[in-house]
Nanobody
Framework: QVQLVESGGGLVQAGGSLRLSCAAT????????MAWFRQAPGKDREFVAATVSGAVYADSVKGRFTISRDNAKNMGYLQMNSLKPEDTAVYYC??????????????????WGQGTQVTVSS
């Protein structure tokens, strides 16, 4: 079992930056793939980034977001730069042991945080 808690969300103007954190407790966090997903109102949860083959990103965030992790601290991070209003969503940290569709599929992740709201104003 792994428990995940996100933090770092908030309100930011377009062009600004935020850094999300994901604190993991429980069994060997370093054994799991870590990912970030997001869900905007009225939309399905969508893939953002994952620590697969180094790192993989959704096209919509490539070059602006950076995923990282510190296994010694049981922490994961998502650095978000050049934020756009369309990045507004609840962001979720996830952990899993199966790579499905290159880490993009939601089905590969067994553990989820409660989410943190990111709002980007224009």
């Amino acid at each position: 079992q792994v428990q995940l808690v996100e933090s770092g969300g908030g309100l930011v103007q377009a062009g600004g930056s935020l850094r999300l954190s994901c604190a993991a407790t429980g069994r060997a966090f370093d054994k799991y793939i870590m990912a970030w997903f997001r869900q905007a109102p009225g939309k399905d949860r969508e893939f953002v980034a994952a620590t697969v083959s180094g790192a993989v990103y959704a096209d919509s965030v490539k070059g602006r977001f950076t995923i990282s992790r510190d296994n010694a601290k049981n922490m994961g991070y998502l650095q978000m730069n050049s934020l756009k209003p369309e990045d507004t969503a609840v962001y979720y940290c996830a952990a899993g042991s199966r790579i499905i569709d290159g880490g993009v599929s939601i089905r590969g992740y067994d553990y989820w945080g409660q989410g943190t709201q990111v709002t980007v104003s224009s």
